[in-house]
């Protein structure tokens, strides 16, 4: 069970730290050329931006609390694990309809993708507690 919780806590370091960085520095943080960004068309997809940072850092915080009683929060685990992999489903629709993303967000993708495999792992660890 402790290296569960040491690996949901390790993973919730990525929403937080992607959460954190993406509310202070905005959508032009993500982009090579943040000059396009001082367009006034840009800002509904910078304000967007920011609110879905702050749902990372929830997710992280979920995360978090879920690993500190693994059988008793396994719900809250669960949903977690949920919305990172519905946020990696619309990752796909992006890339289908968009283009190829840059590398680390190709990255992100293949994690909220593989992330339900954390469930399984999640009901051995409570079926052996």
Not at 2 to 23: E, K, N, Q, S, Y
Request: aromatic share 10%; proline share 5%.
């Amino acid at each position: 069970m402790t290296a569960f919780r040491i690996v949901v806590m390790i993973f919730a370091c990525i929403p937080l730290l992607f959460g954190v960085v993406g509310i202070f520095a905005g959508a032009a943080g993500a982009v090579p050329e943040p000059e396009l960004y001082e367009l006034p068309e840009i800002t509904a997809l910078d304000n967007q931006f920011r609110y879905l940072s702050g749902v990372y850092i929830g997710i992280a915080l979920m995360l978090f609390y879920s690993a500190g009683d693994v059988v008793g929060r396994a719900l809250v685990f669960r949903m977690a694990i949920l919305a990172v992999f519905i946020g990696g489903l619309g990752r796909v629709v992006s890339y289908l309809m968009v283009g190829e993303p840059p590398v680390q967000m190709v990255a992100g993708m293949v994690l909220e993708l593989i992330a339900p495999v954390a469930i399984l792992w999640q009901r051995k660890v409570i079926k052996d507690a």
